[in-house]
């Protein structure tokens, strides 16, 4: 692969599922274009239902499109050498629940067709990082929680040192301290180079850790970009509440700042999206008696982009 072909490159997916006793055709993916490129940290976002546990799936071989093309490193989901290279952690982990953990690794080794001696090393190794006990690790699955089954299913996603990592969900379940826990190791393995594709709920941890992202919303892409440049300076609002301010004081405040508004008689918020311009609008009021009491910085959260671009979406389908 050289560096300037794409680790995953999806262009005009579409997949149709035949659902209930009439197989009435629904419409998940309709044109799906989405590049990751190697070593970047990609986080597909959407509100249930958006399509992108099928959209995963059919880079990992599960889910057969109905037209477009599926390409990673270059080559058919099913190349075998590729599928080597890749880890997958689905939606909903199953595992055996009768195995211990330590055979369910042996398992999954074995599909690589790694050797005996390398999985015994591998295991331990796993388990640290996943943070399951040695203890716990030779205890039958069905005992474990929720969280154990969890991180059980990240250290089969590793068991083969894989470059691409495609995780549905992997703070799903888990409490905040597991949450902590695996966005650390997400950050980890985005360190050592790996290129991680995934999917999260939690925001703010796509916000933390992701380089570049996509929304879907009912089959489509509908934004991606680099988090720096989605959650850009620009939209840096600095907000300014002054008290004791006369009424010609209120009126230059009204002037120079985007929104004023007066709380209490003499008690007023200001907004500025730059900082210069709050300094000077600080100055001009308090020639005008005014004292400032505080001043804020406030940018776009991932949440409130996430908001806005699901609802643009949602109204321009409504609107054709
Ligand atoms: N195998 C399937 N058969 C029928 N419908 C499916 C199947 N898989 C997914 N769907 C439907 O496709 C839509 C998208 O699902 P999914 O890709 O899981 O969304 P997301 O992961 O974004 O929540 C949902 O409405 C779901 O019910
Ligand atoms: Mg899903």
């Known amino acids: 692969m050289d560096a300037y072909t794409a680790a995953i490159d999806i262009q005009g997916l579409t997949k149709t599922f035949h659902v209930g006793f009439w197989r009435k055709k629904v419409q998940v993916l309709k044109g799906v274009d989405l590049q990751v490129f190697a070593g970047e940290t990609f986080g597909l976002l959407g509100p249930n239902g958006a399509g992108k546990t099928t959209t995963i799936k059919t880079l990992v071989g599960l889910v057969r499109p109905d ?11 099913n190349n075998t050498r590729n599928r080597m290279q890749m880890g997958y952690l689905p939606e909903l982990p199953s595992v055996y629940a009768y195995l211990t953990a330590h055979e369910f690794l042996q398992l999954c080794g074995s599909f ?23 203890s716990a690790a030779r205890k039958q699955i069905r005992t474990y929680s929720k969280g154990m089954v ?8 590793l068991i083969n040192d894989p470059q691409l990592l495609l995780l549905d ?16 190791l997400v950050l980890e393995l985005k360190r050592e180079g790996r290129t991680i594709l995934f999917n999260s709920h939690v925001l703010s941890d796509v ?39 006369d ?74």
């Open 247 to 320: 009424k010609l004081g209120h009126t230059n405040l009204k002037r120079l700042s985007l929104r004023c508004v007066e709380h209490k008689p003499g008690m007023v918020e200001a907004t500025f999206n730059n900082l210069e311009k709050a300094l000077k609008a600080l100055a001009v009021a308090r020639q005008s008696g005014g004292e400032l009491i505080e001043l804020k910085t406030h940018y776009r959260s991932l949440e409130n982009l996430f908001v806005d671009e699901v609802n643009k979406a949602r109204t321009q389908a409504g609107d054709e």
């Open 150 to 157: 969890q991180r059980l299913g990240f250290a089969q996603a």
């Open 207 to 245: 916000e933390a850790i992701c380089d570049r992202v996509g929304i879907m919303v009912d089959g489509k892409i509908v934004l991606t970009g680099k988090m720096q440049q989605l959650l850009r300076p620009m939209d840096h609002l600095y907000h300014m509440q002054i008290h004791k301010l």
């Open 67 to 77: 037209q477009g093309e599926v390409l990673i490193m270059g080559q058919s989901p």
């Open 112 to 134: 690589f067709n790694l050797s005996p001696r390398l999985i015994r090393q591998r295991i331990p190794q796993l388990l640290d990082r996943v943070q399951l006990s040695e």
């Open 169 to 184: 969900e992997p703070m799903s379940g888990l409490d905040p301290l597991g949450r902590h826990e695996v966005k650390e």
